[in-house]
């Protein structure tokens, strides 16, 4: 047997250990996160644009074009050893696909690059994943990669709005957001994001800074998704959100400014 394959026989064992001893639980979704954006997009859905951030492979954009014929997706993925899977998968999608990071302005950041991509991230891990997740969050790599933020992006993109805005970034969805307010006052019908209850990285914002901002940009809470509660402690972890303008809070804005 090669090392490759005794390390990866001996990561399994240490997974399922980690998993019996903290598991993870999905407890609470009132309904589809789905469901959730179909009521909250306009009534003539024809040409709707959304952002991906933290794209992945493009699997959770294919869940969306299939809800919604026609979808135009703009993915953006800055992880190298995911990219080209993306760019394949997306390949015959209307829009783009961009080895980026998102942020709050144009820059060059490092990424750490952690044993499992999808909890690779720009922020390093702390000690809440060490304790939960140990076994996919260890760093094997960091790298430096360029960012942009959204707004920077839309000003080049020649687009009139973004419909929806979708963000996995491993706890720096509060970042990407400081770099879309723009796009955020021109009005987004629906901003889907993962939310920490509890950081998982190191400066990471938590689900109740990310609510100040998204009530500070006049957008309202419409529900909670994939509630994690980790067990046998039992406190709530993380789980996904989903953002909607709110016009009364808009008019509040605009009256003091007057």
Not at 6 to 23: C, D, E, F, T, V
Not at 87 to 104: I, K, S
Not at 135 to 150: D, F, G, N, W
Request: proline letters at 5%.
């Amino acid at each position: 047997m090669s090392l490759t394959k005794i390390k990866q026989s001996y990561w399994k064992l240490l997974g399922a250990w980690n998993r019996w001893r903290n598991p993870v639980s999905t407890d609470y979704s009132p309904h589809p996160f789905l469901d959730g954006i179909a009521r909250n997009l306009p009534s003539n859905r024809r040409g709707l644009v959304m952002v991906d951030g933290g794209a992945h492979d493009g699997q959770m954009a294919r869940r969306f074009m299939e809800r919604f014929p026609g979808l135009k997706v703009y993915a953006f993925e800055p992880n190298a050893d995911l990219f080209p899977r993306l760019h394949a998968n997306l390949a015959d999608v209307p829009g783009e696909c961009r080895q980026l990071a998102l942020a709050n302005k144009t820059q060059t950041l490092k990424m750490y690059i952690n044993d499992s991509p999808m909890t690779s991230s720009v922020l390093p891990r702390n000690e809440n994943s060490e304790r939960y997740f140990d076994t996919v969050t260890q760093t094997k790599e960091v790298r430096e990669l360029e960012a942009t933020s959204l707004d920077d992006w839309f000003a080049r993109s020649g687009l009139e709005r973004v419909d929806i805005i979708k963000l996995d970034l491993q706890g720096y969805e509060l970042e990407a957001l400081k770099g879309a307010k723009r796009i955020l006052a021109r009005g987004v019908a629906c901003v889907y994001l993962e939310v920490n209850y509890v950081p998982f990285y190191e400066g990471s914002a938590t689900f109740g800074e990310i609510d100040a901002f998204m009530r500070s940009r006049s957008y309202k809470l419409f529900n909670l998704y994939n509630t994690c509660t980790h067990l046998p402690v039992g406190h709530i972890g993380s789980g996904d959100a989903l953002y909607v303008p709110d016009p009364a809070a808009k008019l509040a804005q605009l009256r003091e400014a007057a």
